[in-house]
């Protein structure tokens, strides 16, 4: 082998090892949510014990029940009684997402994401401008909403219409209708507003935002490393919570709405971004000075 083709090949390998690290968390990301589908399959198909149920309630080695906390409070909203193992499995999922952030479920969890992030790949890909501009905020007035059609309805109103759900079921019990209305997100996401449902629409979304406020695993930032790139604001599906002034004021993530992807840990160039625990009650107060800033 000559010394030019040797250095080709270590050319090659530190390349296609670079981009194994950029991507990493996505690849581990994508490894969890697959692997969640896995074994919900498995306790429909093959009776496991290990994962039985979906992702608004199941049970883990047939003892630990878990609940989805949303799904739980739009049952009481709806005047429906909730069983005592209901209440543990939603405690549950509630403490595990306070700590790790949640919006973890959006991201590390949540089937949708999948379809979602091909449609930001695409969009950059063939980039495809926004169409429209959608507020935010009208994920809390869908989560709103919601309570109050449970309330009036007497059932759970979102799950009975949740992509979520419906993609879920559509993966383990087979295609139906269900898959229109993910394909209606793809291209909506893909057309018109990107991340327009997880990032401005989904309520289960804006459910965990709330709780991701107060979570203990966060992004920190290191100011004297930072060169102002942006590449973390390019990567970013929730690219607001990474503004300059407030990292620079706070020094970490204290918004409520990122997903704890880790893709801009992975990114950052100078690593002035990376994840570590720190407390919830630190994040309390940031949140209460800036309100009554």
């Known amino acids: 082998m000559t010394d030019s083709s040797h250095t080709a090949s270590i050319k090659e390998r530190t390349s296609v090892f670079q981009i194994v690290s950029n991507n990493r968390y996505l690849i581990a990301r994508r490894f969890v949510q697959v692997g969640t589908l896995l074994l919900f399959a498995a306790g429909a198909w093959w009776d496991w014990s290990i994962l039985k149920g979906n992702l608004s309630a199941s049970r883990l080695f047939e003892r630990i029940f878990l609940a989805d906390p949303f799904a739980t409070l739009q049952i009481y909203?709806?005047?429906?009684?909730?069983a005592k193992p209901i209440l543990l499995g939603a405690a549950t999922v509630l403490l595990f997402y306070l700590i790790v952030g949640g919006r973890v479920f959006c991201s590390w969890v949540c089937p949708v994401n999948m379809v979602t992030d091909l449609a930001a790949w695409l969009r950059n890909k063939l980039n495809i401008k926004t169409a429209y501009q959608l507020n935010r905020n009208l994920r809390y007035l869908n989560l709103g909403l919601a309570l109050v059609l449970s309330a009036i309805s007497g059932y759970?109103?979102?799950?009975?219409?949740?992509p979520i759900n419906m993609m879920h079921r559509e993966l383990i019990f087979g295609l139906g209708m269900g898959w229109t209305a993910v394909l209606g997100l793809f291209f909506f996401d893909l057309l018109?507003?990107?991340h327009g449902w997880c990032g401005h629409l989904c309520p289960l979304g804006a459910f965990y935002s709330l709780l991701g406020r107060l979570r203990v695993w966060k992004i920190q930032f290191q100011a004297d490393r930072c060169d102002k790139c942006g590449v973390c604001h390019k990567i970013c599906p929730e690219p607001h919570v990474l503004k300059l002034t407030d990292l620079n004021q706070n020094g970490r993530v204290i918004a409520g709405d990122c997903t704890n992807c880790l893709r801009c840990t992975s990114v950052c160039p100078q690593k002035a971004l990376h994840s570590s625990l720190s407390s919830p009650l630190e994040s309390f107060k940031l949140i209460n000075q800036k309100e009554v800033v």
């Open 192 to 194: 018109l507003v990107r």
């Open 77 to 82: 909203a709806a005047g429906q009684s909730l």
């Open 156 to 162: 759970a109103a979102f799950e009975w219409v949740s």
